[in-house]
T-cell receptor, first 108, second 113 residues
Framework: ELKVEQNPLFLSMQEGKNYTIYCNYS?????LYWYRQDPGKSLESLFV?????AVKQEGRLMASLDTKARLSTLHITAAVHDLSATYFC????????FGAGTRLTVKP | SAVISQKPSRDICQRGTSLTIQCQVD?????MFWYRQQPGQSLTLIAT?????????ESGFVIDKFPISRPNLTFSTLTVSNMSPEDSSIYLC??????????FGSGTRLTVV
């Protein structure tokens, strides 16, 4: 059974700081997703990573994928309050399996 | 990007009743998926719905409780039957349209009283 482990589960950051969220998964897959969820809302797609070594960046967020290590990272650069949300990684293997989520709070 | 319209967006239901949630995709998709997200939790897959065949349910979910229909390649429904307060959750449908990433509906926030 595919397992997706995400850490940390809770992250409190100061504005302007950098941090990385980690996502490990147990079964070979070449399709990894990162989503953002605001309270009471559905999931917003951030990144789709489709190959080993893939790196994608959007604003202050950068995601990477190492399929050999079965690891993806979501790096936050110079955090701002608007990034406060819950971030999920998810791995597709016949269906989509989600990590537990990282609840990010960015404080002034 | 592909669009999945989900309704209702929220509902408050009496225990013992049933609620049917609908999802419409703006393109044809082979598989649709239904998830449950309990408060403060991650998403748990309920079932995968293929057009023309019975849905495949994950461990802990059964057809009698969560019947699913998939009458064509753009539409699916999930019914939450004989509801109890433990069924209070957000229910999300999703699909993998061609040429787009995995896409979610807007979610249905269900409260059972």
């Amino acid at each position: 059974e595919l397992k997706v482990e995400q850490n940390p589960l809770f992250l409190s950051m100061q504005e302007g700081k950098n941090y990385t969220i980690y996502c490990n998964y147990s079964t070979t897959s070449d399709r990894l997703y990162w989503y953002r969820q605001d309270p009471g809302k559905s999931l917003e797609s951030l990144f789709v990573l489709l190959s080993n070594g893939a790196v994608k960046q959007e604003g202050r967020l950068m995601a990477s994928l190492d399929t050999k290590a079965r690891l993806s990272t979501l790096h936050i650069t110079a955090a701002v309050h608007d990034l406060s949300a819950t971030y999920f990684c998810a791995v597709y293997f016949h269906d989509m399996r989600f990590g537990a989520g990282t609840r990010l709070t960015v404080k002034p | 990007s592909a669009v999945i319209s989900q309704k209702p967006s929220r509902d408050i239901c009496q225990r013992g009743t049933s609620l049917t949630i609908q999802c419409q995709v703006d393109s044809q998709v082979t598989m649709m998926f239904w998830y449950r997200q309990q408060p403060g939790q991650s998403l748990t897959l309920i079932a995968t719905a293929n057009q023309g065949s019975e849905a495949t349910y994950e461990s802990g979910f059964v057809i009698d409780k969560f019947p699913i229909s998939r009458p064509n390649l753009t539409f699916s429904t999930l019914t939450v039957s004989n509801m109890s307060p433990e069924d209070s959750s957000i229910y999300l449908c999703s699909a993998l349209p061609p040429n787009y990433g995995y896409t979610f509906g807007s979610g249905t926030r269900l409260t059972v009283v």
